[in-house]
């Protein structure tokens, strides 16, 4: 019995001992054919090269040791050389347009680059990567130095989803292109210039209708929710108060406490003010100041009071009295300071206003809108001729280097 087991256990170790042989030459097998694969090698619009190991409309993903592989924009590659050449055939368009865009927009071009940007957008939708990144970053810049508010709006909600996706070197040429137009903040989150609040226009009612940025909802609901609420309230299309999220988190924001601050319970506005109210310390950056005061006037000028709607008329001239304002901002403190002193039986004060906003600001879609219309008539004023400018942006032009 004893021999038999010895056997037995013999037999059982040979076979083991021959398929870890049998393993050990099928991974030496495996080894020594990808060290013989041929590789991809992207060649760099800085002039280096470099390999990679994929390429799609996300970018190209530069080989490394380990978590060392790193994912860049098409528009840093001007060719890929190996077996992934033909998968960047089919992305080498997108590549050069993107390129293409960000020499235009480096230069000062921004009206040559945004036709380059809308188009590369529309073709990347439901792209997620530095390549959508780039995209979204280049597009704000244009839109914002256009000065188009609302629209600018699913670019910037596209660049806070992307950024995170994006390289040192990229994001760096990113944020450089966005503090050309002086579109964000420091941190590159707050979009400065665009707060909650809209003048009514045909793309704003498309926001509000949820036909502009709807590929970013299920990336940035609480971000988009409060925008488009404002764009509802703003064009008359709300039919719910926005009460109901005041202890949501996303809403615990400047944004969303500007919003709230209009809210039609008087509680849920109070404790909205006094939240703006904090943010206007000493410390606080400058365009948070600006947007918490004309949070607080707008806020103000709905209660019912002589008193609130005195201090509403003080917190928004206080803003039109800065230098640092941004145009929009400025435009809708001016605005809803001159409806205030209409409230307030101020008619020659109102005009004063309405006149300093339509001599300031003649381009601003405020100017044209059925809000400042009514408020004319109120007053018995003519419209100040204003000049709405109609450049198109230029078509494709560049070179490939």
């Not at 994001?171 to 002086?182: G, K, Y």
């Not at 405020?366 to 004023?381: K, P, Y």
Request: overall charge neutral.
């Amino acid at each position: 019995m004893r021999a038999r087991c010895a056997g037995l256990f013999v037999s059982v170790l040979a076979s083991v001992m021959a398929s870890a042989v049998g393993s050990a030459f099928a991974s030496e097998a495996i080894a020594t054919r990808d060290a013989g694969a041929e590789e991809s090698f992207a060649v760099l619009r800085s002039g280096g090269r470099a390999s990679i190991t994929e390429v799609s409309a996300a970018g190209a993903l530069v080989a490394g040791k380990g978590a060392m592989s790193r994912r860049v924009s098409l528009s840093d590659v001007r060719a890929v050389d190996g077996p992934l050449a033909g998968d960047f055939r089919q992305h080498a368009e997108l590549a050069t347009r993107l390129w293409r865009a960000g020499v235009r927009l480096d230069r000062g071009d921004a009206p040559g680059a945004e036709p380059i940007y809308e188009a590369v957008w529309a073709s990347t939708a439901g792209v997620h990567g530095p390549t959508r990144a780039e995209v979204a970053a280049g597009l704000l810049a244009c839109r914002v130095r256009r000065g188009a508010f609302a629209s600018s709006i699913e670019a910037w909600a596209a660049w806070l989803t992307e950024s995170a996706t994006l390289e040192a070197s990229d994001a760096e040429r990113c944020r450089a292109r966005l503090a050309s137009a002086e579109g964000l903040d420091s941190s590159a989150q707050w979009l400065v210039g665009s707060p909650p609040v809209f003048a009514e226009s045909p793309v704003v009612r498309a926001f509000a209708a949820g036909e502009i940025g709807a590929q970013q909802v299920g990336a940035l609901p609480d971000v988009l929710a409060i925008y488009r609420y404002a764009a509802k309230r703003d064009t008359g299309a709300s039919r719910t108060d926005c009460a109901a999220f005041e202890n949501a988190k996303g809403w615990n924001n400047i944004a969303g406490e500007m919003v709230l601050a209009e809210s039609s319970d008087p509680a849920v506005r109070d404790r909205a003010r006094r939240r703006l109210r904090d943010r206007t310390g000493a410390d606080a950056p400058a365009w948070q100041v600006h947007w918490a005061r004309l949070g607080l006037g707008r806020s103000l000028r709905l209660e019912s009071d002589n008193q609130s709607k005195t201090e509403a008329v003080l917190e928004l001239l206080w803003i039109a009295s800065r230098e640092s304002v941004t145009p929009n901002v400025l435009a809708h403190a001016l605005a809803a300071a001159a409806e205030t002193l209409v409230d307030l039986d101020d008619r020659a004060g109102a005009a004063r206003v309405l006149a300093d906003l339509e001599s300031r600001m003649a381009d601003h879609p405020l100017t044209g809108s059925a809000r400042l219309s009514r408020l004319r008539v109120e007053l018995g004023v003519q419209a100040m001729r204003t000049s709405h400018s109609s450049e198109r942006p230029s078509a494709e032009k560049d070179v490939e280097k």
